[in-house]
């Protein structure tokens, strides 16, 4: 009988809480796909960061802007040679569960993410800090080793191999969420299920229905939590971006995380000040094969860079208003103020051709040995257009271009063994700083496709990245960008745009070049 | 009876392991691998994931591994989902499939049948003609037409129904993407009844029938419509399996969870455990379908009984 | 029952031709001909298909623009007299109606060629293993099981790697999986029809089964077949389309009427002609194909005179 009050009274008060938060603030965002976990160290994708981002939070955190505020940790200190950083904790952080967040929680997470069994693809990310990368790969088997130290249960204490002057931005990155030790070592692998997790954000997972969507609730724990506006919110698994704005418009989603491009027009008309269009910190780009003919001449693809009409590609083809690319960092990046850029950016489009077919004919390419060229991208629209489009901007040259479009797994596939002339590629900035863009192009770096090769650039890279004044550092990236674009490493194209759909109802939606939009700074109205 | 259905099941067991153990080389001669992705990861990273999944293993042990594990029961780990493995994706998943599916599914065969009967009954006539070019719509245009469609007009302008998402599972979720799921099978079930039923009707013992004064509906339902299914009911096994295994656009356009995806997504994603598990899974459902297939054959045509 | 020989003779002859089998073809040939040339809706939808086959292929000689290059000043533009867009443009700025054209061509091919290739497998396999049963037709329907087991995508994935990129390939691929249910539904007909009197009179005449298959049991599943086949079609090219999608179609620049539609899906609302074109020819074509395979199966039924 006491059971079974015990379990009524529960059911009961599950009721309760249910019909309350029917009448809570509560978001729906289209999040497009699904998470792979909830475990912050075992993800690799922005629809899972926008989860994660929630109901977790590492010592340093994001405002509106994504500028770096201080989260778990309330301060901190950087030694005078930039290589070690003490953390102090806040004051009564607590897990949803109510045990205290502590400097050992975080030490537990980073020695989970490099442990080499744990098998965590974004490890790398978190490389700067000292010993990481030997023990993820296994060679030193001590985790203690590591060089991040619980000083006491409110100061940490992490330790760089150099100085890294984007390491705090580093640290807003999901590797760098702490997890509860407490739980993960009662639980294993377990810990992350519904009804067991616990997590230190503001808000908490409540519901996950794989397929369908993620719920989030407020956590009373936080240290912010009286400062919410949304109670919680409903993460949408859905990849059709079309059925998506359908439901945005339906009323049922308040966020959407992408749109299609060609709604865009419509929506500007049907939808005035719903779309949000603004620029984002990564690069669509060609990769081009230094290392196989005809290709391997600097000429050939001098000729196919220039002919590539970028000024159409963003207002036209896509039909966004993405910004033509002429740099290979995009600007805005932090750390760095104007990129370099390519010799020949403010030409007249028609002088670029007439140069292009001058390169080609010097390289020994003309009406008796036309130019036959395969150009790879990987299966969507957008790659489709754009690929269409410079295929026929590269016919005038006399270039005949063979289109071949693959699935994801088999381009990358390809692309990492070198089997490719021309090919789409595109990155997104995992931290915002010149080097993790300038890093795609040094020798022997898994992402370089082209196989493009150039020792003095490597050796400016490197230089760059052990220089702790960061104006030299800058001076250093950019006589290696100069070089890069002096030799056609690669094709530039355009810079990526964020693209959100945000509901009149919403206020607090920032736009930012990371397009990170945590729900803590949002509010609605009903 | 019982012990030949028995019989037919323990039969399958051999083809399924012949199935399991082709695909699991046959994925393996795909180019890409499952950590292919738009980021490449630096090879050490590779490495420890290739452990952690026993890749690193030649592949004769990684198929004996596989295969111990699955005389245990356990489908093994899906690379797309660190939290759920393969068993618990496809059962968390199942129930939102069989729902949508038997919904269509029979929603299908009744307006199929039905359409289908009138047709034969009023052959090339108005009723056969408007009918069959209505029930045409669902066969002719791909679903992906036509569940966008359905969500402007009934979602969006008249705003009678929710245009995505399962919601609470109460029947508005799911009448858009029932009927999607059902026209292209109505249709072909009602081409395949009428087709089959003007042949019957066209046969002695239905003429005799007729010769006798019977009416054109008695007739129909008392003697033709038990030997007119004979066709549809080879259809409805077929029908069945596309139905029951979930439809990767339908999941995708409603935002429905549901198995659907997996059989197009883990291929794509080369998530080698997700293959397996949702191949065993259909040649099992199979097997069970063409079981029920042939009981209705023999029920229907003693002839077949005999056998 | 026991016949003499004799007897038996003369019943066989009977059955044959009481079943409309008779030796002459030819005008059993005629006479269903005859019998199609009534059915209004069949010939209106002859013609249907012939001209659309007609203007797919002749038709973009007569055009002024072509199916891949883009007309720079005319992006997304809605259909316009004036600059020979007559069906607007898509978002390349590419020619719509010479788009259309080529599609129907590429649709029009994928289905004759993948049905073709499903019907003469289908048809072969179901009725050999509907007709000599037992164990044969047990291992026979175990193989269509193990087939229908397999996520078909992956036997696409795995045509396109071991052969290599091939629109023929494809054409052949989807056909080869296309003719399972094809199977089924021959093998039970066959199941039916094996125990039928003009069957067993053949049988019992001493005519081998391979001709028995032939001549007598697969003339009389043309009714199904020619139904099922009309049905083929267009789940053809909404595979086609679907393999598009997913990246395994033709390639560009080429393109087919299900991969146009597809496209034009996503853009219904803001340039509805990149939709509703394709749709027009897409139906016209899949509908008169359905009423040529009824006119079909209700002119070579042999019950039905």
């Known amino acids: 009988m006491y059971h079974f009050s015990k379990k009524f009274l529960a059911t009961a008060m599950f009721g309760a809480l249910l019909a309350c938060s029917a009448h809570a603030a509560t978001i729906n965002i289209h999040n497009g796909g699904d998470p792979q976990s ?41 030694s005078d040679d930039g290589l070690v950083y003490t953390f102090k904790l806040r004051d009564g952080i607590k897990w949803s ?110 519901e996950w229905v794989p397929g369908s969507h993620v719920t989030t609730a407020k956590n009373d724990q936080y240290y912010g939590a009286a400062n919410l506006k949304i109670d919680g919110a409903k993460f949408f698994v859905l990849e059709d971006q079309e059925a998506a704005l359908k439901r945005y418009r339906a009323g049922e989603f308040d966020i959407l995380t992408d749109f299609p491009t060609d709604q865009y027009e419509w929506m500007k008309k049907n939808l005035p000040g719903q779309a949000h269009v603004a620029p984002f910190s990564g690069l669509y780009y060609y990769v081009i094969n230094s290392q196989t003919e005809p290709t391997k001449d600097k000429r050939v693809r001098q000729a196919l860079s220039m002919a590539i009409n970028r000024e159409v590609i963003g207002p036209q083809i896509l039909g966004t208003g993405e910004l033509p690319a002429y740099s290979w960092v995009p600007p805005g990046t932090a750390n760095y103020d104007e990129p370099s850029y390519v010799s020949w950016k403010d030409e007249p489009y028609k002088q670029k051709v007439e140069e292009a077919k001058k390169l080609l004919t010097e390289a020994g390419f003309g009406p008796s040995k036309p130019l036959t060229l395969q150009l790879k991208y990987n299966t969507n629209d957008n790659h489709k257009r754009i690929a269409v489009a410079i295929a026929a901007m590269w016919k005038p040259l006399g270039v005949n271009v063979e289109l071949v479009n693959a699935e994801t797994k088999v381009h990358y596939d390809q692309l990492q063994r070198g089997d490719v002339q021309v090919g789409r590629a595109g990155w997104l900035a995992d931290y915002n700083d010149p080097d993790n863009f300038l890093n795609l192009l040094v020798t022997g770096v898994p992402m370089n496709y082209g196989r493009w090769s150039n020792a003095e650039y490597d050796k400016l890279i490197k230089d760059g990245n052990l220089e702790k004044d960061l104006k030299k550092r800058a001076e250093l990236f950019k006589q290696a960008e100069k070089i890069a674009l002096d030799d056609s490493a690669a094709l530039p194209i355009y810079y990526y745009v964020s693209k959100n759909v945000v509901s009149p109802k919403i206020s607090g939606f920032e736009d930012n070049v990371q397009d990170i939009h945590r729900t803590r700074w949002l509010s609605i109205k009903e | 009876m019982l012990s ?55 592949l004769i042990q990684q198929y004996l591994y596989y295969v111990g594990d699955l005389l245990r029961g356990d489908l093994g780990p899906s690379f797309s989902s660190e939290d759920f493995n393969v068993a618990q994706q496809i059962m968390i998943g199942l129930p939102y499939t069989f729902t949508l599916g038997m919904t269509a599914f029979a929603l299908a065969i009744i307006i199929g049948v039905a359409v289908g009967c009138l047709g034969a009954l009023y052959q090339n006539k108005m009723p056969d003609y408007v009918l069959g070019a209505m029930i045409l719509v669902g066969v002719v245009f791909p679903n992906f037409l036509i569940a966008p469609i359905l969500q402007l007009v009934f979602g969006i302008q008249l705003a009678w129904l929710p245009v995505g998402g399962w919601g609470d599972g109460s029947l508005k979720y799911l009448v858009l993407p029932v009927v999607v799921m059902a026209l292209p099978h109505a249709g072909r079930i009602s081409r395949i009844t009428r087709g089959s039923m003007i042949e019957v009707m066209n046969q002695n013992f239905i003429r005799t029938a007729k010769a006798k004064g019977i009416g054109p509906r ?66 099992v459902l199979i097997v069970f379908l063409n079981l029920i297939v042939d009981i209705a054959y023999a029920w229907l045509d003693p002839k077949v009984r005999n056998r | 029952m026991i016949l003499n020989p004799a007897k038996r003779e003369l019943l066989a002859a009977e059955l044959l031709e009481a079943e409309g089998l008779s030796p002459e073809g030819r005008s059993l040939t005629k006479d269903a001909m005859r019998r199609l040339c009534r059915n209004k809706a069949a010939v209106v939808s002859i013609v249907v298909l012939v001209l659309l086959i007609l203007v797919a292929f002749l038709g973009p000689y007569f055009i002024p623009h072509n199916y891949e290059d883009p007309d720079w000043a005319a992006f997304r533009a809605p259909p316009s007299w004036e600059d020979g867009h007559y069906f607007g443009t898509d978002p390349n700025g590419r020619d719509l109606l010479a788009r259309v054209l080529y599609g129907t061509r590429v649709s029009l091919a994928v289905a004759f060629v993948a049905t073709l290739v499903s019907v003469v497998i289908g048809v072969l396999y179901g009725a050999i293993s509907g007709y000599f049963g037992g164990r044969l037709d047990s291992i026979m329907m175990r193989f269509v099981d193990i087939m229908y087991a397999l996520p078909y995508i992956l036997f696409v994935i795995l045509l396109m790697v071991i052969f290599g990129r091939n629109v023929y390939l494809l054409f052949a691929a989807i056909g080869a999986l296309e003719w399972l249910t094809m199977a089924r539904i021959v093998r039970g007909q066959t199941l039916s029809l094996k125990h039928r009197e003009f069957v067993e009179a053949a049988r019992a005449s001493g ?89 079909l199966r209700d002119a070579f039924d042999p019950k039905d005179r």
């Open chain 2, 218 to 283: 008695l007739t129909v339902m008392r003697h033709a419509l038990k030997p007119a299914m004979m066709p549809v009911v080879s259809y409805l096994g077929p029908a069945a399996s596309y139905l029951l295994t979930g439809s990767l656009v339908v999941e995708s356009i409603f935002g429905l969870p549901g198995i659907g995806r997996y059989f197009i997504n883990a291929a794509l994603n080369r998530d080698y455990g997700m293959v397996l598990g949702t191949v065993i899974f259909y040649m």
């Open chain 3, 207 to 295: 005519q081998k089964p391979l001709k028995i298959i032939t001549k007598h049991i697969i003339p009389n599943l043309v009714g199904p077949v020619v139904i099922f086949a009309a049905l083929t079609v267009p789940e053809i090219i909404a595979t086609e389309s679907f393999l598009s999608y997913l990246g395994f179609g033709v390639q560009e620049p080429l393109t087919s009427l299900g991969t146009l539609i597809a496209e034009g899906t996503d853009a219904m609302e803001s340039m509805p002609w990149l939709l509703a074109f394709p749709a027009v020819f897409l139906v016209s074509l899949l509908l008169s194909l359905l009423f040529i395979g009824d006119g």
């Open chain 2, 4 to 58: 030949y259905a028995f019989r037919r099941l323990l039969s399958t067991i051999p083809v399924l392991w012949i199935a399991v153990t082709a695909c699991f080389f046959v994925l393996r001669l795909a180019p890409g691998g499952p950590f292919d992705g738009e980021r490449s990861l630096p090879p050490a990273i590779l490495q420890n994931l290739a452990a952690h999944y026993n890749l690193d293993k030649p």
């Open chain 1, 38 to 78: 909830l475990d912050p160290q075992k993800l690799s994708g922005d629809w899972e960061n926008r989860i994660a981002g929630d109901i977790f939070e590492g010592l340093v955190t994001e405002d509106a802007k994504v500028n770096p505020i201080p989260g778990q940790a309330e301060s901190w200190t950087i």
């Open chain 1, 97 to 206: 569960d109510g045990q205290p967040v502590t400097a050992g929680d975080f030490v537990f997470a980073f020695q989970r993410l490099m442990d080499p069994k744990a098998a965590a693809d974004y490890a790398y990310l978190q490389y700067t800090i000292k010993n990481a990368e030997k023990i993820n790969k296994g060679e030193i088997a001590d985790a203690s080793q590591l060089g991040v130290k619980a000083i006491d249960d409110k100061t940490l204490e992490i330790t760089l191999e150099n100085p890294t002057p984007y390491f705090i931005n580093s640290l807003m990155h999901y590797t760098a969420y702490p997890v509860p030790k407490h739980l993960v070592e009662a639980k294993g692998a377990d810990w992350v299920k519904i009804g067991t997790i616990v997590t230190n954000g503001p808000y908490k997972p409540v």
